[in-house]
């Protein structure tokens, strides 16, 4: 090309370059597929995480120059300068979603909108570059095709690819600042069923700020951000050690309830009224995470207790009610949500000298409610029930 | 060697194995020299944290075998799985420590032993591996010594050698539990003059849980975990843009002061007394951490203030004194103590609708306390001042 010829290409990027960082463009997307595609593991091996797929998408990101361009390679390990700020400073969120093979054997994506917008509420928190959702979407849709395979069969339910989209921090100077460049990626790891043999519930150790807290007002609890989890492994463990196999983390001088391990916690009363109910979840202040089961639950509970003149409620509560509640016979049902388990029953509460029984009998391993919410919310996961929570990925264009 | 015939070396790694996982064990150091030594930058470019050293100090762990072999080797690259868990839960920890090279050419750490029990401790706090202290200090001396051209001239007083010892967790199943396998390494970098023109005296915003909390009893923030970085740095990206270069973290209904940016905070009152001051600095409560340098200013507070009858006081202090004692001419100065500035002025303190002037007239940048505990510190490092505090690298064995 003679000089002072600008082609159109070149001159449209010019205009990008002037126009500031780029966005992340899912058109953009290159795949290079494995050359050694790994074996499926036997379905009974399938616990959480034990597996990855064969590949991993990767968008780089400077501040400089905004998202680069999105890459599926080969599963690989990552190069990591080890001064980079994520290694030292936290800077890291993630997400936690899931693809499921309906009964037609399509595959599809539930509310994948909710945790798009969450990681970047998560990646804003921390100063890290945020994203256009709707692109990332359709990487996330492509990168899903690809791994098709490891979501295993229409005969098999509760099978699932648990799907990770993490942004880190790669900028390597040591000093404490907003991050110049990042590294968004997602893996993969097909996961079977969370209860395999039935519910099996748990117990759970009351714990507030003497021992440990988790979130606080003007913290970062309501994220989904790396500093919210390390700091909670060792007064677990701890609990453990006692027989308690989670926490449930309770706030403030009236010992408030917050969350229970990694879940959103649910109770159940009953309410003065015969045959009335309240179905309660602590509200978003802040400290809580908005879980997407959690959410589920709600809009569930809204369309079909509410009318059977259930109360639904978004409420603070304070283990003293659920005390007092339990020794009037009042405490029917709790249960904990998240994406892992959808629903995972609770046996007690440890809080201070009392163990507080929450409605199960000792063989029962879940109560009603419990369960009746595990089946609705999987209805529409596996597209039992058709829904729009569903998507199905070939749909995402 | 004939079967049934057991080595004494084989019957001693018997003994070992059987007797639990591994110790960090100095002694097994193995050491591989870079072939492509840096050129030194210029002195002049040695801005915090922009230039690293030649090598970096590894050690494994696994919870199964322990503490494996040390290796110092050339920089380079950590490759990680996209799963290790230091990249989604914050299992992340680090130290910051300086070398010093003395009036004699000698290379000197300063309280090393403090940094070290520090890093034990925050490693405990989220469930990553402990160490022998002691082995980790032979292993950074040595570390040092092979490090020591970055320390700039006896010359030129002002520099030194960040050193940056971290924990990871390297475990890459995506469960959250405590992690089976970790590196610590340490890298380091040199650097000059934290106030190369003389002091600058910084303006800081004040801010409670309306806006952003720092740490919570039963939270972390006493730990220098990763987890209580990233959270900071949008609320004090949006205090910059107020035009406050930090922010000061208040907490409680009564807002209590906590620390600064990354600094502790210390306060100088005029009491009721003629000619009598008192030097405050908040408690270790759980949300203050244990600063190297604000327990020297405390120790030498104690040692040389005192018996002027100076009260040398850890307590609460709220906005609400410092506002009044402003108010009547009782403020004398205020600064924040770290690694990094050692001593750093602090000229006003945003409240409210106030701004509270910290003792400075508009042409001075630092008061008396401020530049003496620089100088009193500063004489200990680089060993001016012979004293316990500074040890020399040739003498850690």
Redesign the interface.
Known sequence: MAPGIVSPQRSFEHERASSGPAGLDASKLRVTKTLHPTKLPPAEDLT???H?TDH?LQVQWTSEHGWQTPQIAP?????????AA???????C?EGMKAYRDVWGSVRLFRPEINLDRLNRSA????LPTFDADELLKLIARFVQLEERFIYGRRKSGYSL?I?P?I?ATNS??????PTSALL?C?A?PVGPYFPAGFKAINLEA???????RA?????GNHK??????????PE?AAKARGFQQLLWLFGDDDRITEAG?MNLFIVLRTEQERCFELITPPLDGMILPGVTRDCVLSLARERLAPLGWTISEREICMSEVVDAAGVGKLVEVFGTGTAAVVSPIRSIKYRDTLVQCGLSRHQSARAITTLFKEWIEARQYAVEEHPWSVPVSQIK
């Open positions: 959480f995480g034990s990855h991993i599963y690989q390990h990552l190069s990591l300068d080890p001064a994520v290694l030292h400073y936290g800077f890291e993630f804003a928190r921390i100063a648990y990770r993490v880190i100077n040591l000093g404490v600042a907003a990626y893996i790891c714990t507030n700020s003497v021992v440990a807290t606080w007002p003007g913290g970062a951000i790396g500093g919210n989890y390390a700091p909670c492994i060792a463990k990694t």
